[in-house]
């Protein structure tokens, strides 16, 4: 989930790559917002599935490691290719659903209500940071994406190195640690994927001030998409790392 907006979508160049069409219908940020709740709802429905396949007792690992293996091919073709985003978004949506369903039910197994409780949360997340921006609260100046853009990037990186390491049976500390030290860290992880909606905000409705092409209004919602999986993903991480606890 790398960029400028802490996914692999989302940079300052790509409105300007993709060319202005005269004559041609272009992008809008009504347009944005209502493909933005299609693709969330191929993404709960393909989630929904494969929360009930887990508790029907079907193997959900293949289902999980399909999802996040196909969300990431398709991510980074849609990130390479805006064109394609009418097209892949939907998919990427379902594939993102099928892995999100199972590692949800994997957690509601072990933690009673904390899917849903995650759910709340970050739609509040979402909502609470919509307002900031629309209000002017936060801005998102040149200083601020830098901030955020680095930020994420560290996360990043730490991520894979952890990824790399645990092949190697070696665990980076406190980083999926229920000790107070762990539980800070999700809460900077959370509050950075949080700001980076600010950053996708402005990126589409600077889009839709330039008159980039059509295409864009489902590239600039595949970008949300990738945002609001990372946060609910890391949601889910701290409640269970606080339900450890008790």
Same mark, same amino acid.
Request: glycine share 10%; proline share 3%; aromatic share 12%.
């Given at each position: ?37 299609? %693709?969330?709802?191929? #993404? =709960? ?6 929360? %009930?396949? $887990? $508790? ?5 690992? &293949? ?22 985003? &009418?097209? #892949?978004? &939907? ?9 999100? +369903? ?10 009673? +209500? *904390? ?14 940071? #919509? ?6 609260? *936060? ?14 990037? /560290? ?8 990824? =790399?390491?645990?092949? $190697?049976?070696? %665990? ?11 539980? /800070? ?17 402005? $990126? ?22 990738? %945002? ?9 991480? #701290? ?8």
């Amino acid at each position: 989930m790398i960029g400028r907006s802490g996914n692999p979508t989302l940079n300052e160049n790509t409105f300007e790559n993709s060319g202005h069409y005269n004559g041609q219908e272009t992008m809008t940020i009504g347009g944005t917002v209502n493909k933005s709740f299609m %693709t969330l709802a191929l #993404l =709960v429905g393909a989630a929904v599935i494969s929360w %009930t396949m $887990f $508790f029907n007792g079907y193997e959900m690992f &293949p289902y999980m490691i399909g999802g996040a293996i196909g969300g990431l091919i398709l991510a980074l073709i849609i990130s390479f290719k805006p064109s394609t985003a &009418p097209i #892949l978004t &939907p998919v990427y949506a379902i594939a993102e659903g099928l892995f999100l +369903g199972a590692l949800s039910a994997n957690y509601e197994s072990l933690y009673y +209500g *904390i899917t849903l409780q995650a759910a709340l949360l970050t739609m509040c997340v979402f909502m609470g940071m #919509l307002l900031a921006y629309k209000t002017g609260m *936060i801005k998102a100046s040149a200083g601020f994406k830098r901030g955020v853009v680095a930020a994420t990037a /560290g996360i990043a990186i730490v991520y894979l190195l952890s990824f =790399v390491l645990r092949m $190697f049976g070696v %665990t980076v500390p406190y980083l999926h640690d229920s000790t107070p030290i762990g539980i /800070g860290i999700s809460v900077v992880i959370i509050i950075i994927a949080a700001l980076n909606f600010v950053l996708d905000f402005n $990126f589409i409705e600077e889009g839709a001030q330039q008159g980039a092409p059509k295409y864009m209004e489902w590239y600039g919602a595949f970008g949300l998409l990738v %945002t609001l999986v990372w946060l609910y993903i890391e949601i889910v991480r #701290l409640l269970a790392k606080l339900a450890n606890r008790d």
